[in-house]
């Protein structure tokens, strides 16, 4: 049974930095893409990182690219979203998930297992 357990959102001003945690259970995902998600009210899920959980490779949705960073950490079983220079529009629940495809889909279907999600407001 695969777990996952995001923490580390909250309120900030923006321009300021959070840092998510998704601490994943019930399997080995080395052969795992791991990805974040957010969904702000009225909108639909939408697409923010994925990482490739044996190479490491990355991939982001435009508005992000260049102020979040997504990492795992192998010995924690953890992936990590560090989102700096934060703007109130990414304002949302941020939730991690993960897939047994090897391929990185920004598409939430692909994913087969979701965290709760946590909520991240940025003010302005």
């Known amino acids: 049974q695969v777990q996952l357990v995001e923490s580390g959102g909250g309120l900030v001003q923006a321009g300021g930095s959070l840092r998510l945690s998704c601490a994943a259970s019930?399997?080995?995902?080395?052969?795992?893409?791991m990805g974040w998600f957010r969904q702000a009210p009225g909108k639909e899920r939408e697409f923010v990182a994925a990482i490739r959980w044996s190479d490491t490779s990355t991939s982001y949705t435009d508005p992000v690219k260049g102020r979040f960073t997504i990492s795992r950490d192998n010995a924690k079983n953890t992936v990590y979203l560090q989102m700096d220079s934060l703007k109130p529009e990414d304002t949302a629940v941020y939730y991690c998930?993960?897939?047994?495809?090897?391929?990185?889909?920004?598409?939430?279907?692909?994913?087969?297992?979701w965290g709760q999600g946590t909520q991240v407001t940025v003010s302005s």
């Open positions: 998930a993960a897939t047994g495809r090897s391929i990185m889909v920004p598409i939430s279907s692909f994913y087969d297992y």
């Open positions: 019930g399997r080995t995902f080395s052969r795992y893409v």
